[in-house]
């Protein structure tokens, strides 16, 4: 199955920073999906992108995918305590979905 | 808004015993999945199911585990003889159509403790 590399692993932020994690595969992807884990929660899907160089935003979001369909990244602007939580992306068929490892997010007060 | 449901939310148990989680799928969804995610690691896909039929797993999902649809809203995940290291987080989830486009709705999960 596809292969994802996500990084960082973990990212600690003042309250205001903007953050950034980011996914690579080795291989052209069709579509690539992230979804937000909080903790103890379950994972809760955000959005997903399709087409080479696509970019979207919900609110202080901002998903990218990269031109040549390998790379995404998610963009927070301005993080709030809210937005603590583990970021994943996800990739692959309609009969199984293959996660990154995902970043960790901690918003510090 | 329709969502996957689970139970138990928890449960505890010892090694070797047989364990089954629950799932209620979104009612018209046809395509149904778990996963699994040790604690602090990543989301790991188990099985996928259509049409009463394991779609693709897998090389977790070895014979200790089976799955099935016992009636018309139940999906089921079986583990026959639990080990120490199926203890973890199992997620159900649901799709309409099992498109790659669609969107996975996921459970809220039922932690499994192995003893």
């Known amino acids: 199955g596809q292969q994802v590399m996500q990084i960082p692993q973990y990212q600690h932020v003042q309250e205001g920073e903007d953050f950034t994690t980011y996914c690579n595969s080795s291989?052209?992807?069709?579509?690539i999906q992230w979804y937000k884990q909080r903790p103890g929660g379950h994972p809760v899907f955000l959005i997903q992108l399709v087409k080479s160089g696509e970019v979207k935003k919900q609110k202080r979001l901002t998903f990218q995918f990269g031109e040549a369909k390998k790379n995404s990244s998610l963009h927070i602007t301005a993080t709030q305590t809210t937005d603590v939580g583990t970021y994943f992306c996800a990739v692959g068929s309609a009969r199984q979905l293959t996660f990154g490892s995902g970043t960790q997010l901690t918003v510090l007060p | 808004e329709p969502e996957v449901t689970q139970t138990p939310s928890h449960q505890v148990t010892q090694m070797g015993q047989e364990v089954i989680l629950r799932c209620v799928p979104i009612?018209?969804?046809?395509?149904f999945y778990w996963y699994r995610q040790i604690l602090g690691q990543k989301v790991e896909f188990l099985v996928s199911f259509y049409n009463n039929e394991i779609s693709e797993k897998s090389e977790i999902f070895d014979d200790q585990f089976s799955v099935e649809r016992p009636d018309g809203s139940n999906f089921t995940l079986k583990i026959r003889s639990t080990k120490l290291e199926d203890s973890a987080m199992y997620f159900c989830a649901s799709t309409v159509q099992g498109s790659s486009q669609e969107t996975q709705y996921f459970g809220p999960g039922t932690r499994l403790l192995v003893l």
């Open positions: 009612s018209n969804h046809l395509y």
């Open positions: 291989t052209t992807l069709s579509n």
